[in-house]
């Protein structure tokens, strides 16, 4: 019992359990049929959730006002380069994925530069950038559609064990993200500026600095997600970030991560990320349209945020 | 006088050089862009981004955020395609409601504390899934009105600038000049001492939010008289250029300050961005950086101000 | 407003008390505003002066007490009720809306100024107002209120709370209104309150300079410790017996003070005179400096100064050399979502962790070494920093401070709202700490602790206007400097 209890208490449980009931929901319709392909599509595309939405939750951990609106430009842009920069050639898988990082480096860099520099809040700084890191991508690209190398290919849409890869990278950066985040100084810096900035830069937290790097793991983060998307689904297109520019908020914010800031949690993540997923092919096999679909997101995300109450009361 | 110029002043003139500026630079490439036609064609499609943009300014006012500006319009050109142009009344209505959800999302928001920007986030797919249910494929037809209004050739000036002109002017005096657009402006700059002063912020917030939403409201279906007809994803880039537009025009996030003139020419500014590159023949690929790139050059310039100004306040 | 029968209160306070936790801000207060008198308003940091505005101005409802308007009984007093009695205030933190006009300002204050050419007439109203309190004062009513400078916001406020529109303004409370004008301006104003007096008006007058508080009242109340401790008219008093009255009843035990030989020395913080005037701050190895004077004259600025000087924004600096104690603590001290632990260690948690990851065992025996030392009362260290008491969360951010390696630290008016047992505790700490060899930079509202250092700089309108040693630092010498020092 006492397991259940202490359960209960944690934010990301919920997500879980949300997901867990649509997913048994979806299944009990089909008559069973589906439970594996069901399953595996769900980690899949989770799996790129759960990528953009850890870089966007340290971001969004820093306190109020900050978030990134750059993700889904700096997809586009990191999976267009990377794919054009390894013409199909298996020898440079890594290199490539190397091209990938640098370019969410520099993104991240530029994006905290125009805050710093300009003084202007995350929201329009990240903004504008994204126009520039879009255009750049539409540049590159010229309307071709490059494959990626075979090899990587093969490695993003395939499973061991009946899991799919790009789930066991998104587990891998996850452990990491959360010893990151639990363990490490680094970790308690972002959630202390996230609390009160004033407050950290009182105890002597290098506020400017840890928030710089903070910029520079999210774009990092949302440049290897484009990598990995872009040769799933056998090319890059244009507007293959879109959807993730309020995807990546939406599984931070229903994952229990506090929007106030100082307060993070990789594992509702996933829940949240699955979760989306699942209510979507709920929907779908229920035969609701997409209408329904999207309305549904927009109720859960707000009665989640009602729900989870506001701002911290120390702030405002 | 210590000072030449009040700041608001100060603070319209950055936006209204640029857009000469690049006026001039238009006129300079394509000088048939100098006619009636050519202006027209210009700034056809800024007037509802200006309308839209005056939205979002509404919401900044008291220092919140609408990140469902774009899903909201497109909504509303959705309505205005279909019911507002078959049926009438029930197009109203439809509308009426959608003021209405606006006032509630100020009430939520302001008694539960929330961060407008996951609300509107939230609202933002409720848009979307109503304008797919709406219309699901792109269609529908322009209400006659709203059509005849928007192709109208008044004598001497185009339209779109008549159009731009009064949505500035109308917005000026109800934010800037009426007593009610005083206290909006106040709960944006001091709440407490607004609050001392016996006035109700919860509903200045809702007033804001309804406002707002009757501005937006408007856009759909000038966009719509426009386009002729409508799709779920007609404006989704409104959102991200209403934000620019008010901060362009010199607005700022916080602190109740914003120009509803300034918004207006920072709508026309964005607008016109697309087309002076295509004049100077970059590829279109580039339009989207150039609204960004000059979005930041803009900042720059402003920031550059502020600091000049400071110093000689200092000194 | 000559309606109003003769010497029937404008406003009547009975036995008001307010408490804020362990701390009576108000223990029983009563203060009667008559018709056509002013009432001048004193007393030393956290005497009571401002609670007692608040409650005046119906901001603040006492928890025991009734309030009588015009000798009417006002059972639900409030803001518009008092606003309806013609009570207006002029706040000492500036109040006004920085982006609005001086008009939309003057309109946000009157809520009846609407309709059409409401413009021309608050325009009309404020301007008038102007002019005849601040003759010649050059403010432009359709200027925005951000591009003022201090001082023309302060005469824009007061200028608003003394103009009419639809009730009669009756009682204006001015806390501090002279603060930023300069000398002609505060004539002007003064000379506008006496005038404003004679026709009837009532005014609270809260000012630290005496003078002022002498020249203008009819009637001098001194508060302490959330009470009134006198009550006579203007002329029985001169600055001297007014700074008395201000002082303590209770004769304080002085301990015995090391009067350090500081010549030659290296100071280990120091920051010169502020833009060239008043003395330099600087701070030496051992010992305990305090910083007094009224609260809001720089103190805390110069603190802040001097530990944003002293560590980076950009990396952290490998050995620390200040640390800071924050007197606000839910601003900018204690991190709300946080456990004790994690709020006690996170100003040093590099020198607890090893390549970046942080060492818990290392954390935890920090954590229960600091809980026993300075006696945190929990069961467990691992509780929510919420859970505590005020003056337990404030212990944690003292040994926060104290864990640090860091050679000074800088306190920032840390004991506010703790109560007594605890400040025994912290002072004891802070000695033995001191003998140890660190510098302690101590700003405090009360008087008993700024008696505990051993040297004092006195504050007055963001300088440093005396430097007391030893056994000079009195309470008598403190007043005298932090009151006086504004007539010169």
Same mark, same amino acid.
């Given at each position: 019992?006492?397991?259940?209890?202490?359960?209960?208490?944690?934010?990301?449980?919920?997500?879980?359990?949300?997901?867990?009931?649509?997913?048994?929901?979806?299944?009990?319709?089909?008559?069973?049929?589906?439970?594996?392909?069901?399953?595996? +599509?769900?980690?899949?595309?989770?799996?790129?959730?759960? =990528?953009?939405?850890?870089?966007?939750?340290?971001?969004?951990? =820093?306190?109020?006002?900050?978030?990134?609106?750059?993700?889904?430009?700096?997809?586009?842009?990191?999976?267009?380069? +990377?794919?054009?920069?390894?013409?199909?050639?298996?020898?440079?898988?890594?290199?490539?994925?190397?091209?990938?990082?640098?370019?969410?480096?520099?993104?991240?860099?530029?994006?905290? +530069?125009?805050i710093k520099l300009l003084q202007i809040p995350p929201i329009i700084a990240t903004l504008s950038m994204s126009f520039i890191v879009q255009s750049t991508a539409i540049w590159t690209n010229r309307g071709l559609r490059i494959k990626p190398p075979q090899a990587l290919a093969k490695f993003t849409t395939e499973t061991t064990i009946g899991i799919p890869h790009v789930a066991l990278v998104a587990l891998v950066l996850s452990v990491f993200a959360f010893i990151l985040l639990q363990k490490t100084v680094y970790g308690r810096w972002i959630a202390a500026i996230g609390q009160s900035n004033r407050a950290a830069r009182m105890a002597g937290i290098p506020v400017d600095g840890t928030r710089f790097v903070t910029y520079i793991l999210c774009?990092?983060?949302?440049?290897?997600?484009?990598?990995?998307?872009?040769?799933?689904?056998?090319?890059?297109?244009?507007?293959?970030?879109?959807?993730?520019?309020?995807?990546?908020?939406?599984?931070?914010?229903?994952?229990?991560?506090?929007?106030?800031?100082?307060?993070?949690?990789?594992?509702?993540?996933?829940?949240?990320?699955?979760?989306?997923?699942?209510?979507?092919?709920?929907?779908?096999?229920?035969? +609701?349209?997409?209408?329904?679909?999207?309305?549904?997101?927009?109720?859960?995300?707000?009665?989640?945020?009602?729900?989870?109450?506001?701002?911290?009361?120390?702030?405002? | 006088?210590?000072?030449?110029?009040?700041?608001?002043?100060?603070?319209?003139?950055?936006?209204?050089?640029?857009?000469?500026?690049?006026?001039?630079?238009?006129?300079?490439?394509?000088? !048939?862009?100098?006619?009636?036609?050519?202006?027209?064609?210009?700034?056809?499609?800024?007037?509802?981004?200006?309308?839209?943009?005056?939205?979002?300014?509404?919401?900044?006012?008291?220092?919140?955020?609408?990140?469902?500006?774009?899903?909201?319009?497109?909504?509303?050109?959705?309505?205005?395609?279909?019911?507002?142009?078959?049926?009438?009344?029930? &197009?109203?209505?439809?509308?009426?409601?959608?003021?209405?959800?606006?006032?509630?999302?100020?009430?939520?928001?302001?008694? !539960?504390?929330?961060?407008?920007?996951?609300?509107?986030? &939230?609202?933002?797919?409720?848009?979307?899934?109503?304008?797919?249910?709406?219309?699901?494929?792109?269609?529908?037809?322009?209400?006659?009105?709203?059509?005849?209004?928007?192709?109208?050739?008044?004598?001497?000036?185009?339209?779109?600038?008549?159009?731009?002109?009064?949505?500035?002017?109308?917005?000026?005096?109800?934010?800037?000049?009426?007593?009610?657009?005083?206290?909006?402006?106040?709960?944006?700059?001091?709440?407490?001492?607004?609050?001392?002063?016996?006035?109700?912020?919860?509903?200045?917030?809702?007033?804001?939010?309804a406002l707002a939403a009757f501005f937006a409201i408007l856009a759909g279906i000038s966009l719509v008289g426009l386009t002729t007809s409508a799709d779920a994803n007609i404006a989704l880039r409104y959102t991200l250029l209403s934000i620019a537009g008010v901060i362009l025009g010199g607005g700022e996030f916080t602190g109740g300050r914003v120009s509803p003139i300034g918004a207006v020419i920072g709508a026309l500014t964005l607008t016109l961005a697309g087309s002076f590159l295509s004049f100077l023949r970059i590829s279109p690929d580039w339009q989207i950086g150039a609204q960004g790139a000059i979005l930041i050059v803009v900042l720059g310039l402003r920031l550059l101000l502020n600091r000049l100004e400071n110093r000689e306040k !200092?000194? | 407003?000559?309606?109003?029968?003769?010497?029937?209160?404008?406003?009547?306070?009975?036995?008001?008390?307010?408490?804020?936790?362990?701390?009576?801000?108000?223990?029983?207060?009563?203060?009667?505003?008559?018709?056509?008198?002013?009432?001048?308003?004193?007393?030393?940091?956290?005497?009571?002066?401002?609670?007692?505005?608040?409650?005046?101005?119906?901001?603040?409802?006492?928890?025991?007490?009734?309030?009588?308007?015009?000798?009417?009984?006002?059972?639900?007093?409030?803001?518009?009720?008092?606003?309806?009695?013609?009570?207006?205030?002029?706040?000492?933190?500036?109040?006004?809306?920085?982006?609005?006009?001086?008009?939309?300002?003057?309109?946000?204050?009157?809520?009846?100024?609407?309709?059409?050419?409401?413009?021309?007439?608050?325009?009309?109203?404020?301007?008038?107002?102007?002019?005849?309190?601040?003759?010649?004062?050059?403010?432009?009513?359709?200027?925005?209120?951000?591009?003022?400078?201090?001082?023309?916001?302060?005469?824009?406020?007061?200028?608003?709370?003394?103009?009419?529109?639809?009730?009669?303004?009756?009682?204006?409370?001015?806390?501090?209104?002279?603060?930023?004008?300069?000398?002609?301006?505060?004539?002007? @104003?003064?000379?506008?309150?006496?005038?404003?007096? #004679?026709?009837?008006?009532?005014?609270?007058?809260?000012?630290?300079?005496?003078?002022?508080?002498?020249?203008?009242?009819?009637?001098?109340?001194?508060?302490?410790?959330?009470?009134?401790?006198?009550?006579?008219?203007?002329?029985?008093?001169? #600055?001297?017996?007014?700074?008395?009255?201000?002082?303590?009843?209770?004769?304080?035990?002085?301990?015995?003070?090391?009067?350090?030989?500081?010549?030659?020395?290296?100071?280990?913080?120091?920051?010169?005179?502020?833009?060239?005037? %008043? @003395?330099?701050?600087?701070?030496?190895?051992?010992?305990?400096?305090?910083?007094?004077?009224?609260?809001?004259?720089?103190?805390?600025?110069? @603190?802040? *100064?001097?530990?944003?000087?002293?560590?980076?924004?950009?990396?952290?600096?490998?050995?620390?050399?200040?640390?800071?104690?924050? %007197?606000?603590?839910?601003?900018?001290?204690?991190?709300p979502l946080w456990s004790i632990l994690k709020n006690l260690t996170i100003a040093d948690l590099p020198g607890l962790s090893r390549s970046g990851i942080v060492s818990e065992p290392a954390e935890a025996d920090v954590g229960q070494a600091w809980k026993e030392r300075i006696e945190i009362r929990t069961q467990n260290v691992g509780n929510p920093i919420l859970s505590l008491s005020g003056g337990n969360q404030q212990k944690v951010l003292f040994a926060r401070a104290l864990a640090t390696p860091a050679p000074a630290v800088l306190m920032d008016d840390p004991m506010r709202g703790v109560d007594i047992g605890t400040k025994q505790e912290v002072y004891a700490i802070l000695r033995a700490e001191a003998d140890k060899g660190r510098t302690?930079?101590?700003?405090?509202?009360?008087?008993?602790?700024?008696?505990?250092?051993?040297?004092?700089?006195?504050?007055?309108?963001?300088?440093?206007?005396?430097? @007391?040693?030893?056994?000079?630092?009195?309470?008598? *010498?403190?007043?005298?400097?932090?009151?006086?020092?504004?007539?010169?």
């Amino acid at each position: 019992m006492n397991i259940f209890a202490s359960l209960s208490r944690k934010p990301w449980i919920w997500s879980f359990v949300a997901a867990f009931v649509v997913w048994i929901a979806t299944i009990l319709f089909t008559g069973g049929t589906s439970a594996i392909g069901l399953s595996q +599509a769900a980690l899949t595309f989770a799996a790129f959730s759960i =990528l953009v939405g850890i870089g966007q939750m340290f971001v969004i951990t =820093l306190g109020p006002g900050n978030i990134d609106l750059c993700v889904p430009a700096t997809m586009t842009l990191a999976g267009t380069i +990377a794919l054009k920069f390894m013409q199909v050639d298996n020898s440079l898988i890594l290199p490539g994925l190397v091209v990938a990082v640098a370019i969410g480096a520099v993104v991240g860099m530029g994006n905290f +530069a125009l805050i710093k520099l300009l003084q202007i809040p995350p929201i329009i700084a990240t903004l504008s950038m994204s126009f520039i890191v879009q255009s750049t991508a539409i540049w590159t690209n010229r309307g071709l559609r490059i494959k990626p190398p075979q090899a990587l290919a093969k490695f993003t849409t395939e499973t061991t064990i009946g899991i799919p890869h790009v789930a066991l990278v998104a587990l891998v950066l996850s452990v990491f993200a959360f010893i990151l985040l639990q363990k490490t100084v680094y970790g308690r810096w972002i959630a202390a500026i996230g609390q009160s900035n004033r407050a950290a830069r009182m105890a002597g937290i290098p506020v400017d600095g840890t928030r710089f790097v903070t910029y520079i793991l999210c774009a990092v983060l949302a440049a290897f997600c484009g990598y990995l998307l872009a040769s799933f689904s056998g090319g890059a297109a244009l507007n293959m970030g879109s959807e993730y520019l309020l995807m990546s908020i939406a599984v931070v914010v229903i994952g229990g991560t506090a929007v106030a800031g100082g307060n993070s949690n990789v594992a509702g993540i996933w829940g949240a990320s699955l979760f989306m997923f699942l209510v979507v092919s709920m929907l779908n096999t229920y035969g +609701a349209g997409a209408g329904i679909r999207l309305i549904m997101t927009g109720l859960i995300i707000i009665a989640v945020i009602v729900a989870a109450g506001g701002r911290n009361p120390n702030q405002r | 006088m210590k000072r030449a110029l009040p700041s608001d002043s100060i603070r319209l003139l950055i936006p209204a050089l640029s857009l000469t500026i690049l006026l001039i630079a238009v006129f300079y490439l394509q000088p !048939r862009a100098m006619s009636y036609v050519g202006l027209n064609l210009l700034f056809n499609l800024a007037v509802p981004i200006a309308l839209a943009t005056i939205a979002q300014m509404l919401i900044m006012t008291v220092n919140d955020l609408d990140l469902s500006m774009g899903t909201f319009v497109s909504f509303v050109a959705c309505v205005a395609a279909t019911f507002l142009q078959a049926t009438p009344v029930i &197009g109203v209505l439809i509308l009426v409601a959608a003021i209405a959800t606006y006032a509630a999302l100020g009430v939520l928001i302001h008694v !539960r504390t929330l961060p407008s920007i996951v609300v509107t986030l &939230g609202m933002s797919f409720v848009w979307g899934g109503l304008a797919v249910l709406i219309l699901p494929a792109p269609g529908g037809h322009a209400p006659e009105w709203a059509r005849a209004v928007m192709i109208s050739r008044p004598p001497l000036v185009p339209m779109a600038i008549i159009a731009c002109v009064v949505i500035a002017m109308v917005a000026h005096f109800v934010i800037m000049r009426s007593s009610i657009g005083v206290i909006l402006r106040g709960v944006g700059g001091n709440a407490r001492s607004v609050e001392r002063a016996g006035w109700s912020i919860l509903g200045a917030r809702a007033a804001t939010y309804a406002l707002a939403a009757f501005f937006a409201i408007l856009a759909g279906i000038s966009l719509v008289g426009l386009t002729t007809s409508a799709d779920a994803n007609i404006a989704l880039r409104y959102t991200l250029l209403s934000i620019a537009g008010v901060i362009l025009g010199g607005g700022e996030f916080t602190g109740g300050r914003v120009s509803p003139i300034g918004a207006v020419i920072g709508a026309l500014t964005l607008t016109l961005a697309g087309s002076f590159l295509s004049f100077l023949r970059i590829s279109p690929d580039w339009q989207i950086g150039a609204q960004g790139a000059i979005l930041i050059v803009v900042l720059g310039l402003r920031l550059l101000l502020n600091r000049l100004e400071n110093r000689e306040k !200092r000194s | 407003m000559t309606a109003i029968p003769l010497r029937k209160a404008v406003i009547e306070v009975a036995d008001a008390k307010v408490s804020f936790g362990a701390v009576k801000a108000l223990d029983g207060v009563t203060m009667r505003i008559l018709p056509g008198e002013c009432v001048g308003l004193v007393g030393h940091n956290g005497a009571g002066k401002s609670t007692i505005v608040n409650v005046i101005n119906g901001g603040l409802s006492p928890h025991q007490g009734t309030i009588a308007c015009g000798g009417e009984p006002m059972p639900r007093y409030g803001i518009a009720a008092a606003r309806a009695n013609g009570v207006r205030c002029v706040f000492q933190e500036l109040s006004l809306c920085p982006n609005l006009t001086v008009i939309e300002n003057t309109r946000v204050m009157h809520r009846t100024l609407a309709g059409w050419g409401w413009r021309q007439r608050a325009a009309r109203i404020i301007g008038d107002k102007l002019d005849e309190i601040f003759p010649g004062h050059g403010i432009d009513p359709t200027g925005v209120v951000g591009d003022l400078s201090i001082a023309e916001r302060q005469m824009v406020e007061i200028a608003t709370a003394f103009s009419q529109v639809a009730q009669p303004v009756k009682l204006v409370i001015l806390d501090e209104p002279t603060s930023s004008l300069d000398a002609t301006l505060a004539t002007q @104003l003064l000379g506008y309150v006496r005038s404003f007096v #004679e026709t009837g008006g009532s005014v609270i007058f809260i000012s630290h300079i005496l003078g002022e508080i002498l020249s203008t009242s009819d009637r001098i109340v001194v508060m302490k410790d959330g009470k009134v401790v006198t009550d006579r008219p203007a002329g029985e008093f001169d #600055e001297h017996s007014l700074v008395a009255a201000m002082g303590s009843v209770v004769k304080g035990r002085d301990q015995e003070k090391r009067v350090k030989e500081t010549a030659g020395l290296t100071p280990r913080l120091s920051q010169s005179s502020r833009r060239g005037k %008043g @003395l330099p701050f600087q701070a030496f190895p051992g010992e305990i400096i305090g910083l007094a004077g009224l609260g809001g004259h720089g103190q805390t600025d110069t @603190l802040v *100064n001097l530990y944003l000087g002293r560590t980076g924004s950009w990396f952290r600096r490998p050995e620390a050399q200040v640390a800071f104690i924050a %007197g606000d603590r839910a601003l900018n001290g204690v991190f709300p979502l946080w456990s004790i632990l994690k709020n006690l260690t996170i100003a040093d948690l590099p020198g607890l962790s090893r390549s970046g990851i942080v060492s818990e065992p290392a954390e935890a025996d920090v954590g229960q070494a600091w809980k026993e030392r300075i006696e945190i009362r929990t069961q467990n260290v691992g509780n929510p920093i919420l859970s505590l008491s005020g003056g337990n969360q404030q212990k944690v951010l003292f040994a926060r401070a104290l864990a640090t390696p860091a050679p000074a630290v800088l306190m920032d008016d840390p004991m506010r709202g703790v109560d007594i047992g605890t400040k025994q505790e912290v002072y004891a700490i802070l000695r033995a700490e001191a003998d140890k060899g660190r510098t302690f930079v101590w700003y405090s509202t009360e008087m008993d602790e700024v008696r505990l250092c051993d040297r004092v700089y006195v504050f007055n309108n963001g300088i440093i206007v005396a430097e @007391l040693k030893g056994d000079d630092v009195t309470e008598k *010498n403190i007043l005298a400097a932090s009151f006086m020092g504004a007539a010169a």
